[in-house]
C-alpha cells in the first residue's frame, strides 16, 4: 500500500507503515516474583508490577500484556518482546539496548532516558504518553509509528528508519545525525524541531508548512545567509 504525496517530485509515493496487529491469547496472571536473565515469559499478564533495578537481560516476552509496571533502571537488553502491549508503564533508566520489538504496542508510557541503541523495532506502535531522552542510536526501525506521543530529545543518531510515521506527535530536539531515512513520514509531527542531522532529511515527506519552520536551519546548513534588502 502507498500514498501519493502532493507537490514536487510529480506526485512521489510514500509506502504506507504496516501497523502491528496484536492479538492476545486468554493470558495467566503472573505469579512469580522478580525477572530473571534470559527468562521465558509466554501469554501472561503482569498487572502493576514493580521490577525497578531487577535484571532481565536476554528475557523472552511472547503474547505478553504488561500494565500499570514500573521499570526504572529495569535491566533488559537483548530482551525479546514479541506479540505483546504495555500500556501505562512508566520508568527513567530502562535498560532495552540491543533488544528486539515484533509486533508491539507501547501504550501511555511515561519514560524518560530509555536505552534503545542498537535495538530492532518493526511493526511497533507508540501511541499517547510522552518519552524524554529517547536513544535510538544505531537502531533498526522497520513498520513503526509514533501516534499522538510527545518525544523530547529523542537520538536516531546513526539508526536506519524505514516506513517510519509520526502522527500527531510532538517532535522536540529530535537527532537525526548518519541517520538512514525511507518512506519516513514527518508531516503529523507539530512541532517537528531538529537539533542536529537535518542534512538526513532525504528520504523523508514533510509539508509546505514545515518546510518553512525548517527554512533557517536548512539555510545555516547551506551555509545560505538570509539578509534583509537595505
Given amino acids: 500500500m502507498a500514498r501519493r504525496v502532493a507537490g514536487g517530485g510529480g506526485g512521489a509515493v510514500v509506502r504506507a ?25 509466554d501469554g501472561l499478564e503482569f498487572l502493576e508490577r514493580d521490577f525497578a533495578g531487577q535484571d532481565g537481560a536476554g528475557a523472552r516476552f511472547m503474547d505478553c500484556a504488561l500494565t500499570g509496571c514500573v521499570l526504572d533502571e529495569t535491566s533488559l537488553p537483548r530482551a525479546r518482546l514479541l506479540d505483546s502491549v504495555l500500556t501505562g508503564v512508566r520508568g527513567v533508566g ?51 509509528v509514533f501516534e499522538g506521543c510527545v518525544l523530547v530529545e529523542p537520538d536516531f543518531g546513526g539508526a536506519r528508519l524505514e516506513r517510519v510515521a509520526f502522527v500527531g506527535c510532538v517532535l522536540k530536539d529530535a537527532d537525526l545525525s548518519a541517520a538512514t531515512l525511507t518512506d519516513v513520514d514527518l508531516r503529523g509531527a507539530a512541532p517537528l524541531e531538529l537539533a542536529r542531522g537535518v542534512d538526513r532529511l532525504a528520504g523523508s515527506v514533510i509539508s509546505p508548512a514545515q518546510l518553512l519552520d525548517l527554512a533557517p536551519v536548512l539555510a545555516a546548513e547551506l551555509g545560505v545567509r538570509v539578509l534583509a534588502e537595505e
Fill in 17 to 41: 507503515v504496516r501497523r502491528p496487529e496484536v492479538r492476545l491469547p486468554a493470558l495467566e496472571p503472573y505469579g512469580g516474583g522478580g525477572l530473571e536473565p534470559d527468562g521465558d515469559y
Fill in 94 to 144: 530502562t535498560d532495552l539496548a540491543e533488544a528486539t520489538l515484533r509486533d508491539v504496542e507501547l501504550v501511555d508510557a511515561r519514560l524518560g532516558g530509555t536505552q534503545l541503541h542498537g535495538a530492532a523495532l518493526e511493526r511497533v506502535l507508540i501511541r499517547g504518553g510522552k518519552i524524554d531522552c529517547l536513544n535510538l542510536r544505531r537502531a533498526r526501525l522497520k513498520d513503526v
